[in-house]
């Protein structure tokens, strides 16, 4: 397949986990392998930590990885699920951010959460407090305030966690405005937050049977905040193992470290009628994105096959 979209309604975009021992090098292939098959995105998660096993040879930097991405692919999109608050301070990730998209040309996506990894802070010395929400709601007003800051002009902002003066609000990222993903399953906070600010909530690992509750609370919040039903697009990311037939899925399961069942149940997995299946019941419960995490990074073969098999009968 050439590098054009995929069919069919939904987006597909792959999702890594490199803090599982991935090296750049990986990641590009990845990427590259996705943008000639036509996936929409390519996304990675933002750790330090593996979680298992020993992560050699070590963590990669998210956005110093989309950097490098930026100007080594040209359509697909690039993105985080998610950078955490804790890590960085929003007028640095604001920069940071900004400087990509310029890079890619306009294709970068912002995945914000709040974090949640204790572990993986302790293990690097980066502060977790306890009021993790509240620093995702500032910076968020702070992000998306400083982009949206008239050239000449200059954004002064006072919250109980951070404090900015007369910042410039430079760079703009290329697009106005920059997507921003919000995700999580809190049935308060999170949907308040992405009605708020996102151009896409994201259910991560949800119970496929709870998404439709998951899209609903979102639903409803946005149009308490007076948006209109189809201005937040609703994603899901989900685990990915699919083989042409029984036996490449359970081999492909295997070199995963995971059971058949247990992905049946949990994710996009089985044969690629299995596939096409949860697919449709995704879409059929709102989703228009989905994110499927690639967890074997060496297999490009498994990427093709979505490509070429799964998605043409969507």
Not at 225 to 245: E, I, N
Not at 284 to 296: F, I, K, P, V
């Amino acid at each position: 397949m050439t590098t054009t979209d995929l069919p069919g309604p939904v987006r597909l975009r792959v999702f890594t986990e490199p803090q599982q021992g991935a090296t750049y090098d990986d990641l590009l292939a990845v990427a590259q392998t996705a943008e000639r098959l036509g996936f929409d995105a390519f996304f990675r998660s933002d750790h330090y930590l593996a979680m298992g096993g020993d992560g050699l040879p070590g963590p990669t930097d998210a956005w110093t990885t989309l950097a490098g991405l930026a100007r080594e692919t040209s359509r697909i999109r690039l993105g985080t699920l998610v950078t955490s608050a804790t890590f960085r301070r929003p007028g640095v990730l604001a920069v940071q951010v900004a400087q990509v998209d310029q890079m890619s040309g306009g294709r970068v996506e912002l995945g914000l959460g709040a974090g949640w990894f204790a572990r993986e802070h302790e293990a690097y010395g980066i502060p977790f407090p306890k009021n993790r929400f509240d620093h995702l709601t500032e910076q968020l007003e702070i992000i998306t305030g400083l982009w949206s800051t008239p050239v000449g002009e200059t954004f002064t902002y006072e919250g109980d966690l951070y404090r900015l003066v007369d910042s410039p609000g430079l760079p703009k990222p290329v697009q106005q405005p920059l997507p921003i993903v919000v995700g999580g399953s809190g049935p308060r906070r999170t949907p308040a937050l992405a009605a708020r600010f996102a151009a896409e909530y994201n259910a991560s690992f949800p119970e496929i049977d709870e998404v439709p509750t998951l899209f609903g609370r979102v639903r409803d919040a946005a149009a308490e905040a007076g948006r209109a039903p189809d201005d937040l697009a609703c994603s899901a990311a989900l685990v990915l193992c699919v083989g042409k037939d029984e036996a490449e899925f359970r081999r492909r399961a295997e070199a995963i470290g995971r059971e058949p069942d247990e992905l049946r149940e949990h994710g996009i997995a089985g044969t690629v009628d299995d596939a096409v299946d949860v697919i449709g019941r995704l879409v059929e419960a709102g989703a228009s994105r989905l994110y499927l995490q690639t967890l074997d990074l060496h297999d490009l073969d498994h990427l093709a096959l979505v490509a070429e098999e799964v998605a043409p009968r969507l």
